[in-house]
């Protein structure tokens, strides 16, 4: 397996709602990442997990709430969102040879 | 610190049209750079990659050749298809393999 899963691929959300994006990887891979990405923008790096542990948070809003259970899986809760954070939710793995993209959740908050 | 400066856009090429995007870096060391392409309404996919100087990346008819004296990683094409319409992020990953940065991304679409 030499790809990274995510799930759901879109979701609608209202701004009271609370729900979860998942991603899934069985490369082995000890780094994981999340990006936000904006219409027609590069990725904008919110969290870095090393080794199931957060090493990077960019001064991402509180709302946003990441988790790692274990080597495999990362999952984003998503609380109490705005409009403005509706874009395209990547996340990514990383070994010694590159960086894997998963093919991202596009969110919507209405 | 290390940055990525790429080609703005958009660029819009006939079909059979040869394509060329510029990107140029700035980093400590020796990075590995990469393309990765956004087809509309998905994610990235890696498109091709170096991990040191001189070497050539090549997918699908795209090359890229990692020139260290120009800090250059321009993507060409020799022949573009409608099908090749979507955006291009040239990116860096440091020499530690820590940090990962992404040039601004250039729209490319090719008309029949």
């Known amino acids: 397996d030499t790809e990274v899963t995510q799930t759901p691929k879109h979701l609608v959300m209202g701004m009271t709602n609370k729900k979860s994006l998942k991603c899934e990887q069985h490369?082995?891979?000890?780094?994981m990442y999340w990006y936000k990405q904006k219409a027609k923008k590069p990725p904008e790096l919110m969290f870095v997990?090393?080794?199931?542990?957060?090493?990077i948070n960019e001064s991402v809003p509180s709302r946003f709430s990441p988790e790692c259970p274990n080597s495999s899986l990362l999952n984003l809760h998503l609380h109490a969102l705005q409009p403005e954070d509706s874009a395209l939710y990547l996340c990514?793995?990383?070994?010694?040879?590159?960086?894997?993209f998963g093919s991202g959740t596009r969110l919507t908050v209405v | 610190g290390d940055s990525v400066t790429q080609m703005e856009g958009p660029v819009t090429l006939s079909e059979e049209a040869f394509l060329t995007i510029n990107c140029t870096y700035t980093?400590?060391?020796?990075?590995?750079l990469f393309w990765y392409v956004q087809y509309p309404g998905e994610g990235l996919q890696l498109l091709l990659k170096a991990t040191k100087a001189d070497d050539k990346g090549s997918n699908k008819g795209f090359e890229a050749t990692y020139r260290k004296e120009t800090t250059s990683f321009h993507l060409e094409k020799g022949s573009v298809q409608v099908s090749d319409s979507a955006v291009y992020f040239c990116?860096?990953?440091?020499?530690?393999?820590?940090?990962?940065?992404f040039g601004t991304g250039t729209s490319l679409t090719v008309i029949p």
């Open positions: 990514a793995s990383r070994s010694e040879y590159g960086y894997t």
């Open positions: 997990y090393s080794y199931e542990k957060l090493s």
């Open positions: 980093a400590t060391g020796y990075p590995s």
């Open positions: 990116a860096l990953s440091d020499y530690t393999g820590n940090q990962f940065y």
């Open positions: 490369m082995g891979h000890r780094a």
